[in-house]
């Protein structure tokens, strides 16, 4: 059975800082609860490269709207206007240490960590272990944890869980709205979201949030913003 990582933040960002302060404790904690100097190693690499993940989500998409803008420069610009320079990406090499499956060796971390025969209250807070709650959880704590994906034709895959829910309530901001509007009610994943087209029919950065509906209601809190951006 996969390991469950319900207790884990929600949101890449909050990932990373949550696993920073983890991996610290963890260091410390680490030999009490049963774990090897080569576990502890794997930890701490594991946090590195979701800080690295963190940052560059950041930097990737400022290159991509910088490429956008020079390219618009280029092709649409008044003739004569001086040539911009081309923005250079940072540096994207993933830290030392970096391997597949986080989440999981995050999850399976922490299930040994719940049963070692040392394993406190203090060791719980300290982590930032979230206790787990079942499906019984309030409503005024449901919060949706959707993924985007891009498709040719200005078009927004959105995957949703469900569970005991009716569906989910999205919203999308575009470009630079600050602003949210409706972009539809859906029973079920994926839901497809129909971009309109932006001008000279270049890529649109689209932000997407969403709550889930108990019946015709959204209840709960709103998911983390994700963001992507458009194939036209």
Known sequence: MRP???????GLAKQAAWMRNFATKFAEQAAELGFSPAEVAEVEADAATLAWLAQNQVAVENFRRAAASYRRHVLSGRPGS???DFPQPSSLTPPPGTAVGVYRRIAEAVERIRVSPNFSAENEASLGIRPIR???ADLNDAKPNPSLTAEPGNIVSVRFKRGKFTGIDV???LDAEKEWR???RFV????E???PAGPENLPRLVRIRAR???????VGQYSEIDTISTIP
């Open 4 to 10: 469950s990582n319900r207790w884990f933040p929600l």
């Open 82 to 84: 001086p040539l911009n």
């Open 134 to 136: 079942g499906e019984s």
């Open 171 to 173: 919203q999308m901001q």
């Open 182 to 184: 409706p972009a539809g």
């Open 188 to 191: 079920r994943s994926p839901a």
């Open 193 to 195: 979201l129909h971009i």
């Open 212 to 218: 889930y509906l108990k019946g015709n209601d959204a």
